[in-house]
């Protein structure tokens, strides 16, 4: 998994009051724990774009006033009309403890359910999953050969080695639903299978 380094100072001071400052000022109240005490800390909101908005998943190299952390994203807090992140939360990990982090999914082959007209539905983009940092994958590939119409791929189908799938195993990841037009094909192909039969009856 590819990591996204991102620049941060100590904050002096913590509150509603000293949140507010910090935001009218372009920047995010950030704070890590995991390893030893919590960091409270700032980075500029414009450097999350590349981290966040996006669908890929990546760890952080946090450098905090020369002070090197490895983390991830635990959680993050965005302003309901703006979008704009009110608050990140980061845990702190290393290279011989497990680390839970969703894992975005990539679909690959052809289905023959789409190839019949079926229409694609991926219903999970992101798989959690539990594994060390040198088993992190930037993605999990999902096979959809076999797809046929009605049919799904659910996690209890798919392996990834040395990592744990957190998701349920009955959850679709993908799906080849019926389309109104493979529908009226069908119904059209029927009608005139029905008027054949219908026609030899006759003779």
Partial sequence: MKVIALKGAVRDRVGKSANKQLRSQGQVPCVIYGKGENTHFAVYQADFKNLVYTPNTYLVQLNIDGATKLAKIQELQFHPTSEDILHADFYEVDGESPVSIAVPVKVVGNSPGVRAGGKLQ??????????????????????????????????????????????????????????RAAKSAAGASAAEGEEEAAEEAAE
Avoid: Q, R, W
């Fill in 122 to 179: 991926l219903k999970i983009k992101k798989l959690n999953v539990s594994g060390l940092i040198g088993d992190l994958p930037e993605f999990i590939e999902v096979n959809i050969d076999a797809l046929e119409i009605g049919k799904s791929v659910k996690v209890g189908e798919i392996s990834v080695d040395n990592l744990t799938l957190l998701d349920s195993e009955n959850n679709s990841i993908v799906s080849c639903i019926v389309t």
